[in-house]
């Protein structure tokens, strides 16, 4: 099997990220949400959701990293947009969950 194009990581560590909520939803949440969303749109060969523990951050979280494989960027997505510092990883550029999760898969697939 080839490699997704995307690796959604979400951050479902209990000490931190669990606690913290993104529009009524935490990080379990957003890990339920997304993989419904790539199997109803039935994106399984493209798309990848990785459960994982702390991903630094959970300041601006919960917190989701999107790995596009297709270009090689790396997108940040938390509670803040723009320029945040987070231990370990120094300045980032931090995206804004979306309120619709089937947007920020949309939006990180190739030729969106």
């Known amino acids: 099997m080839a490699r997704p194009d995307l690796n959604i990581i979400v951050c479902v560590d209990p000490r931190s990220c669990l ?12 890990l339920e949400e997304l993989q419904d969303v790539v199997a109803e749109a039935q994106l399984q060969d493209h798309v990848q959701v990785t459960p994982c523990r702390c991903i630094f951050g959970c300041t601006y979280g919960p917190r989701i ?9 790396k997108r940040l997505y938390g509670t803040s947009q723009g320029q945040v510092t987070i231990s370990r990883r120094g300045r980032v550029n931090m995206h804004r969950l979306p309120a619709d999760l089937a947007e920020l898969v949309r939006d990180n697939l190739p030729g969106a």
């Open 19 to 30: 606690s913290h909520y993104s529009q009524g939803r935490n990080g379990k949440d957003l």
């Open 65 to 73: 990293d999107v790995a596009r494989r297709w270009d090689g960027d």
